[in-house]
Structures are given as C-alpha cells and as structure tokens.
C-alpha cells in the first residue's frame, strides 16, 4: 500500500469517522510527495517517518519510539531528530524514546532514564547529565601539593587522579595556572581538555564489566 492507505488504514482501526487530517500527517512527517509509490519501496528513513504518521493518527499527547534511528543514514538521523523536536515544539507531544545510541539522545532528550538489567537506575535532567558530562582540564604536574594549594585558593573544584594527575573541573586559564604553579616552584608536564561521555558515564554507572 502506498503511504497514503497505510494512513487511512489506521484511521478504520481507530474507528475514526473521516480521514481529516490525514493529509497534514504526510506533509508533516515529508511523505506527501510519494503519490501511489507502495511503502515497501521506501527507504528505511522514510518507512520510519511512515510509522510515526501511522502513530500520530488520532493525535496522541504521548509517543513511544523504540531504537528509531537504528539502520538511518546519517541524513536521516538529522531529519529524524527535527521531527521528534517539531513534533514536541508545535504540537506538544511528549516523546519517550528507547535506544542505545546515547551520542543521538544526548541531542534531544530533556529527562533521562538509565536502564540496567530492566530496572531503572538512575533518572536525571539534561542539566544534571551536562553537569556530570562536563569538560575538564586534565593536569599532570611536578608536585601536587603545589597544584592543590594554587586550586584551593582561587575556590576552583578539581579531584585528584594520582600522585601527579588532577581533573580541573572550573575554568582557568592555562597561562594564569602555569604563572601560579611556577611561583610554588612546581611545573606542569602535561595538559589536556577533556570531557566524560554520556557513553563512559553509562557504562560507569551501570558496571563495565558485567556488559563486555
């Protein structure tokens, strides 16, 4: 069937009266131009947006996607993702969505929940998730009394890695750090930015090992 019948096929399972808006569904989902062209023929990126239309017949407030952009080239993951964030900006629609790819979520969520062996455990805000994700300067210096002391006293938040190795999570400036380590007679061997990965933080939080 084209994209077409497959909608008025679900408006009959609904037991809707008429096919208003049906129309609307392809062109908002960009599959009004397919004409008679039978959904087997579709693209995976457009089979996909058919089944959303198929899912917003009868206008539900709530949609559950599972692994949504599984197989989607990265065009279609694009044009995937515009269309959770329209359907959430214009209509309102709250949208749970399941998958493994955490890079896409991290780009559209706003509340997540961690899942582990069907339990949840965890559930946080993207605002907290950016917290825990944040960039860091990663330091190894000469002496780490020195570093600390220089940390402590401009108030900025850092945890010890080891003997010569912090994690610097407030900003400072590489200049200003070398200029007041240098005055503890203490030098820096080695820097760089980093950041923790919504795929590290899961895997921390739900055991590394027990998902090899």
Not at 13 to 42: H, M, N, P
Not at 84 to 104: A, P
Request: hydrophobic share 40%; aromatic share 6%.
């Amino acid at each position: 069937m084209s994209a077409e019948d497959n909608l008025k096929q679900q408006y009959r399972i609904l037991g809707l009266s008429s096919y208003d808006g049906l129309r609307e569904l392809l062109e908002l989902v960009g599959l009004s131009d397919t004409g008679r062209k039978k959904a087997k023929d579709f693209s995976l990126g457009m089979r996909q947006r058919l089944g959303i239309a198929i899912a917003l017949a009868g206008s539900p407030d709530f949609l559950i996607l599972d692994e949504p952009v599984n197989g989607l080239d990265p065009q279609g993951i694009i044009e995937f993702r515009e269309l959770i964030q329209k359907l959430n900006r214009e209509r309102g629609i709250t949208v749970l969505i399941s998958s493994h790819i955490l890079d896409e979520l991290h780009r559209l969520a706003t509340w997540y929940g961690f899942i582990d062996q069907g339990r949840i455990v965890k559930e946080m805000s993207a605002e907290e998730l950016d917290a825990v994700c944040r960039q860091y300067l990663h330091v190894t210096v000469s002496n780490m009394t020195a570093l600390k002391k220089v940390l402590d006293e401009r108030s900025l938040g850092y945890s010890v890695v080891s003997e010569k190795e912090a994690d610097i999570y407030d900003a400072i400036g590489i200049s200003e750090l070398t200029h007041a380590l240098d005055a503890e007679d203490c030098a820096i061997l080695s820097v760089s930015q980093q950041s923790e990965s919504l795929e590290n933080y899961f895997v921390s939080l739900v055991g590394g090992e027990s998902h090899a």
